[in-house]
């Protein structure tokens, strides 16, 4: 479904040595799989991330998604597969102030030339499944955290995309908050057959995965991360 062959990206920061961000990644990621790259800050998690978005070039490599390569797309083709195909939920909470929590989730289906109106009727139930029936016309200041990060969950599913990238989704979440997202999200997900990436430091966050992949120095290691804080059930 998703795979990447040999991703190189590397920095260079005026005379210092290049740093290397990513460095030589292969990875598959079935359909429906939900994969964690766990490792520390600074290990290239998040730049791999924004390479599978098409928002960073590799120095070379491929990356394609269902058979195509996403990797060198124009920049117009790149900015259609991102509000069509992809999904991002990041860790920044980027809602509109003063606008309704279901207008800030309908904000990509409105990109994509849907009506607002029946942009609203589309990501209502994708709302109510995250536990925000009650809250859809509050706007985000009247929000908690968690409640906003649950926002931004809708807006990203809110297209079916064919790929979901989560860049530590619950960075700005206290762990009780954090839990409750990972658990929706990791749920909404498995129950529309998603395939997403996540990329985590936090060993709770990837305790949620399928399969645990340990990124440090821009390369996959086969080492596995630290002991599980939580037990979740993947069935």
């Not at 409640?147 to 990238?165: F, G, H, N, W, Y």
Request: proline share 4%; with cysteine; hydrophobic share 40%.
């Amino acid at each position: 479904m998703l795979e990447l062959h040999e991703i190189v990206k590397h920095y260079r920061i005026g005379e210092s040595e290049p740093v290397h961000a990513v460095d030589g990644v292969s990875l598959k990621v079935r359909k429906g799989e939900l994969v964690a790259l766990y490792g520390p800050s600074g290990s290239g998690k998040s730049t791999l991330l924004l390479l599978i978005a098409a928002l960073l070039r590799p120095d070379s490599g491929s990356i394609v998604l269902d058979g195509h390569e996403i990797s060198a797309l124009s920049d117009q083709k790149a900015a259609r597969y991102r509000l069509r195909e992809l999904g991002f939920v990041r860790q920044t909470l980027n809602l509109t102030p003063g606008v309704s929590a279901v207008d800030n989730a309908a904000l990509k289906l409105m990109g994509m030339g849907v009506r607002a109106r029946e942009a609203r009727e589309q990501v209502t139930p994708l709302m109510d499944t995250l536990g925000l029936e009650d809250r859809l016309h509050h706007r985000s200041d009247q929000l908690s955290m968690g409640e906003r990060q649950r926002v931004m969950i809708a807006r990203a599913l809110s297209t079916d995309p064919k790929l979901v990238l989560a860049d530590e989704p619950t960075g700005s979440l206290d762990s009780r908050r954090g839990q409750e997202v990972l658990e929706l999200l990791a749920g909404v997900c498995r129950q529309r057959e998603l395939t997403v990436v996540l990329v985590t430091h936090d060993p709770q966050a990837a305790s949620y995965a399928d399969r645990v992949l340990t990124l440090r120095d821009g390369q996959l290691r086969d080492d596995e991360p630290e002991p599980r804080l939580v037990s979740v059930d993947a069935s």
